[in-house]
């Protein structure tokens, strides 16, 4: 994938967790408390507002480094949300 190709990708990708956030209400999975909600709410908020920033990041010439903190920062969201359904089951 070039690297314009991979940029278009993570921004895609912020919009979309973005419209998630404005979502999560919603999305929250079903019997939680009013805490529980409200932890789910924040971590779609953080990681919605990391992708911005990653996205921001990586349009700054000096800052191409940023693309190879993409997976990292991938695999820390998945590994995130993999605890919280371990936690929640």
């Known amino acids: 994938m070039t690297e314009e190709g991979s940029l ?3 921004a895609e990708r912020s919009d979309r ?3 998630l956030a404005e979502r999560r209400a919603e999305l ?5 408390s009013d805490a529980e ?10 990681e919605a ?3 911005r920033e990653m996205v921001r990041l990586a ?7 940023a693309k190879e903190l993409w997976p ?3 695999q820390g969201c998945k590994d995130c949300h ?3 359904r371990k936690e929640r089951s």
């Open 8 to 10: 278009a990708g993570v």
């Open 17 to 19: 967790l973005a419209e």
């Open 28 to 32: 929250a999975p079903p019997g939680l």
């Open 37 to 46: 909600i409200q932890d789910f709410q924040k971590r779609c908020d953080d």
């Open 49 to 51: 507002v990391l992708w």
């Open 59 to 65: 349009r700054i010439p000096e800052l191409r480094l």
């Open 72 to 74: 990292r920062i991938d």
């Open 82 to 84: 993999s605890v919280y």
